[in-house]
């Protein structure tokens, strides 16, 4: 059954995270679908190394004022600045 995780990576100069609402059967299969979905760019800025996945807990992740809701497709992913 498909989790829905946020997942992490630091920047090459340890700047703040770039995070990722992830939809996936797994840890593993969530990091490597942000990290694809980041692009060429982001992958030049960011370590894959530093990847963190956390399972989110029911209801819905508060980022400042805004309240995000994850996309609920298998593979659907929101990313927002942490």
Wanted: aromatic letters at 8%; proline letters at 2%.
């Amino acid at each position: 059954m498909a989790k829905v995780y946020i997942v992490s990576f630091r920047s090459n100069d340890d700047r703040r995270p770039s995070k990722f609402i992830v939809l996936a059967e797994s840890m593993k299969s969530a990091i490597q679908m942000a990290w694809e979905h980041g692009g060429t760019d982001f992958q030049s800025r960011f370590d894959k190394s530093t990847a963190q996945a956390q399972e989110m807990k029911e209801g819905s992740v508060r980022a400042g004022s805004t309240t995000l809701e994850p996309d609920l497709r298998l593979g659907g992913l929101k990313s927002f600045a942490g």
